[in-house]
């Protein structure tokens, strides 16, 4: 399949929480804010960063030789099996992938589990199901190792019928304002296609481990004064039966997880 053009990207400002928690924006050069944010470009990369890219994998047996296929060359794909019982995790590594098992149930458990046991200098994150092209992700890395953003977000676009529920596309809406209203960020999707740098991504200190995971990460990158990029990314349907959003049950239980998220004040660490 081949690749989308990607448009509609661009920088989203961040304005902060409250007046007392508003990141400067001039940040590590501001010359009268003694506090100011450090800037993420303070995290030194090399002129060709390695990028590793992080799959949390959960019965993913179909999909997997088709996403793997799809990682860009020279990038290392690592597959966190999260308790699969359909052989993923034996067929992730006879494809050439690092399989990191994470027996603590948790879409977080599984992503953080892939982030700990990173080395490269840029971190991706992608769904395993075959719904999102991982090759995709060239242009997150690129833009990140420039410079040019510190987190970028995949702003999904359905492709046919039914790859995206009508019931979990209304709460990602939802959820996407009340972000908007916590941080000032005009977001269109919480989707998990990104990429960041791993130094940066480590010192935000995530700890929610369920479906929490993805909107804390853009929370505390927003509260840290981050540049947050969005990128159109073409969303297909899934390989096998979603295990969230394919039900009313579970999503529901994604946006409890997500709201608790947004219930910390300050997200105060």
Not at 36 to 62: F, G, R
Not at 196 to 206: E, G
Not at 212 to 221: E, T, W
């Amino acid at each position: 399949m081949g690749q989308a053009s990607h448009h509609g990207g661009g920088d989203v400002p961040a304005r902060g929480g409250t007046p007392r928690r508003r990141p400067c924006f001039v940040r590590s050069r501001c010359p009268i804010c003694p506090r100011a944010v450090p800037t993420v470009k303070s995290v030194n990369l090399k002129a060709n960063p390695t990028v590793d890219v992080v799959l949390p994998c959960l019965d993913e047996a179909q999909a997997l030789p088709w996403v793997l296929a799809r990682i860009p060359a020279g990038w290392r794909a690592i597959v966190v099996d999260n308790g699969s019982t359909d052989g993923s995790g034996g067929i992730a590594r006879d494809l050439g992938a690092v399989v990191v098992d994470e027996p603590r149930k948790g879409f977080g458990a599984a992503c953080h589990a892939g982030l700990t046991a990173a080395t490269a200098d840029v971190v991706c994150f992608c769904d395993c199901d075959a719904s999102l092209d991982p090759g995709l992700l060239a242009p997150f890395a690129a833009a990140v190792a420039a410079g040019d953003a510190d987190l970028v977000l995949g702003r999904r676009r359905p492709q046919a019928p039914g790859a995206w529920p009508p019931h979990a596309r209304l709460a990602n809406l939802a959820l996407a304002r009340m972000v908007r209203r916590r941080t000032g960020l005009r977001l269109g999707d919480l989707g998990p296609m990104r990429a960041a740098s791993r130094h940066a991504l480590l010192a935000l200190n995530l700890t929610d481990r369920r479906s929490g995971y993805p909107l804390q990460m853009v929370v505390r990158a927003a509260d840290a004064g981050w540049r947050v990029r969005e990128v159109d990314v073409p969303y297909l349907p899934r390989t096998g039966r979603s295990k969230v959003t394919g039900t009313w049950r579970g999503t529901w239980q994604a946006v409890r997880d997500m709201s608790r998220v947004l219930a910390v004040p300050g997200e105060a660490r």
